[in-house]
């Protein structure tokens, strides 16, 4: 079984800006690798004697250039730049298989994260090993046993965080599942969950409506503020702590609801929310978004396979609120 343990770092500010630094390395890799494949790729299809970009051939031709044309690049570790490479062909796989979008190219404070294979750090207790740069304070040890595949390093407003996939076979940090009963889940926006059992209606904890008032007095600070001053950085910073939090709350309250559902239940039903086209409803786009509906899926996926709870989707077209109205 494969699971991740996200961790938060206690790095200085020397380790916090060669932090910075290698994700700005991976994210130019990264659009340098997009811009190169949509060249040969449309290259290939003119004349086929050309050759068709491949990510190896990427990142060979990227290690044959970078000394003389971004020798900034050898100031980090090489895993920056290459598994930036390696997820745009991955990228490109799932556009090609139907499972995503046209890869886009990655932003400066949205993606700003670097990934490491397991033969280019180590774990110790609560410390990381980072290629050229040594041992970064983790605010808590690895959680799991198993071979250690990778880790990526990411930032979210001004804290840094390592998340540590590893395959491990060990479910003992699973809290025993029940899996005695069988439940259908309607979600809404004015009660989050609706259950079948006859309980009360879950209503979800709508964090960016709660905060909203402060959300948009912060942003309005951020737009007075001139643009790159120091009060402006200042601004910003307090301004992605919020939505950080808002983020937070919003899945804390969602991983333990899925969670209580894997857990007592042997099959849970939900709807086949057709979420995209709820947003179009420029009435109800804000709050549809602050429930989570999304969320609730993915991990209600991976979550009734950890627990072995078989999980039902109902037709989106399904009468469910007239059958049942109350």
Same mark, same amino acid.
């Given at each position: 079984?494969?699971?991740?343990?996200?961790?938060?770092?206690?790095?200085?500010?020397?380790?916090?800006?060669?932090?910075?630094?290698?994700?700005?390395?991976?994210?130019?890799?990264?659009?340098?690798?997009?811009?190169?494949?949509?060249?040969?790729?449309?290259?290939?299809?003119?004349?086929?004697?050309?050759?068709?970009?491949?990510?190896?051939?990427?990142?060979?031709?990227?290690?044959?250039?970078?000394?003389?044309?971004?020798?900034?690049?050898?100031?980090?570790?090489?895993?920056?730049?290459?598994?930036?490479?390696?997820?745009?062909?991955?990228?490109?796989?799932?556009?090609?298989?139907?499972?995503?979008?046209?890869?886009?190219?990655?932003?400066?404070?949205?993606?700003?994260?670097?990934?490491?294979?397991?033969?280019?750090?180590?774990?110790?207790?609560?410390?990381?090993?980072?290629?050229?740069?040594?041992?970064?304070?983790?605010?808590?040890?690895?959680?799991?046993?198993?071979?250690?595949?990778?880790?990526?390093?990411?930032?979210?407003?001004?804290?840094?965080?390592?998340?540590?996939?590893?395959?491990?076979?060990?479910?003992?940090?699973?809290?025993?599942?029940?899996?005695?009963?069988?439940?259908?889940?309607?979600?809404?926006?004015?009660?989050?969950?609706? +259950? %079948?059992?006859?309980?009360?209606?879950?209503?979800?904890? #709508?964090?960016? $409506? @709660?905060? !909203? &008032?402060? *959300?948009?007095?912060?942003?309005?600070? +951020? %737009?007075?503020?001139?643009?790159?001053?120091?009060?402006? #950085?200042?601004? $910003? @910073?307090? !301004? &992605?702590? *919020?939505?950080?939090?808002?983020?937070?709350?919003?899945?804390?309250?969602?991983?333990?609801?899925?969670?209580?559902?894997?857990?007592?239940?042997? &099959?849970?039903?939900?709807?086949?929310?057709?979420?995209?086209?709820?947003?179009?409803?420029?009435?109800?786009?804000?709050?549809?978004?602050?429930?989570?509906?999304?969320?609730?899926?993915?991990?209600?996926?991976?979550?009734?396979?950890?627990?072995?709870?078989?999980?039902?989707?109902?037709?989106?077209?399904?009468?469910?609120?007239?059958?049942?109205?109350?």
């Amino acid at each position: 079984m494969l699971i991740a343990h996200r961790i938060a770092l206690d790095p200085n500010n020397v380790q916090a800006t060669y932090f910075a630094r290698a994700a700005g390395t991976a994210r130019f890799a990264y659009n340098w690798a997009l811009a190169e494949w949509k060249r040969q790729y449309v290259a290939w299809k003119l004349d086929n004697r050309q050759t068709k970009p491949t990510q190896a051939a990427l990142r060979r031709q990227l290690n044959a250039i970078k000394r003389e044309q971004f020798p900034w690049m050898l100031e980090v570790t090489k895993n920056a730049p290459q598994m930036a490479i390696i997820q745009l062909g991955q990228a490109f796989q799932n556009f090609f298989a139907g499972r995503a979008k046209y890869p886009q190219p990655r932003k400066k404070g949205v993606h700003d994260r670097f990934t490491l294979t397991n033969d280019q750090f180590s774990i110790d207790g609560c410390r990381i090993r980072i290629p050229n740069l040594g041992w970064v304070r983790m605010r808590e040890s690895l959680r799991f046993a198993g071979k250690i595949l990778s880790a990526t390093v990411s930032r979210v407003a001004d804290r840094w965080f390592v998340s540590v996939a590893v395959d491990t076979q060990d479910d003992s940090h699973l809290p025993q599942a029940k899996n005695q009963g069988v439940v259908g889940v309607d979600l809404g926006v004015a009660a989050l969950a609706t +259950l %079948s059992t006859g309980e009360p209606p879950i209503p979800g904890p #709508k964090p960016h $409506k @709660a905060l !909203l &008032a402060w *959300l948009q007095r912060l942003s309005r600070s +951020l %737009s007075r503020k001139q643009k790159g001053s120091a009060n402006r #950085k200042k601004a $910003k @910073a307090k !301004l &992605a702590r *919020l939505h950080a939090r808002i983020a937070h709350i919003r899945a804390d309250f969602t991983h333990k609801l899925t969670t209580r559902l894997c857990r007592e239940n042997q &099959a849970v039903a939900l709807e086949d929310l057709n979420v995209s086209g709820m947003l179009a409803n420029e009435k109800l786009a804000r709050a549809i978004s602050d429930v989570g509906f999304g969320l609730i899926r993915s991990q209600m996926e991976y979550k009734a396979q950890r627990y072995g709870t078989r999980l039902v989707f109902a037709e989106r077209w399904y009468p469910s609120s007239r059958l049942c109205s109350v």
